[in-house]
């Protein structure tokens, strides 16, 4: 019985062995990695952690589309892409073009980007990005959620909460499988 055991597991290892590209692709997604390593560097962000937002934000599917209008692989809304193409430069932007990986990968990180500038650490980047940038500082204003008007301490919307949580789980999936 025990000879038995050992060779169903060893069989299994064996098969996940031979198919971890397949199970990678299936569970944690990389496409577009070209595109991501471009636009990570040209905003020097870290490439992982744009991976592990863009899982978070649409499982890497291109055409997806939220319940809050948000479009494409980084959930980008009409509003905050008009208003970044603007300050880009990118003259005939129009909202269609954010189901286009490429574009909507470069507006997500000049994005990050932008939010990094502002609040420094990665979680305040990822709070404004989920939670906009205005409920972030009016957190950080706020005793009750920040002690020092720099960290918070406490965040108010569980979703924000938990999509921080959430992607410092894929960063280190992401950086374990991938990079």
Known sequence: MKFIRNIVILGLIVFAVLNINTFKQAVMPFKHSDYI???????DLDPVLVSAVIKTESNFKDDAVSSKNAYGLMQITKETAHWAAD???????STDKLMDPETNIMIGCWYLDNLKKEFGSTDLVLAAYNAGRGNVEKWLDDPAYSSDGKTLTNIPFNETANYIKKINVYYKIYKFLYF
């Open 37 to 43: 390593a471009k636009y990570s560097k040209m905003y």
């Open 87 to 93: 300050k880009m430069g990118i003259a005939d932007f």
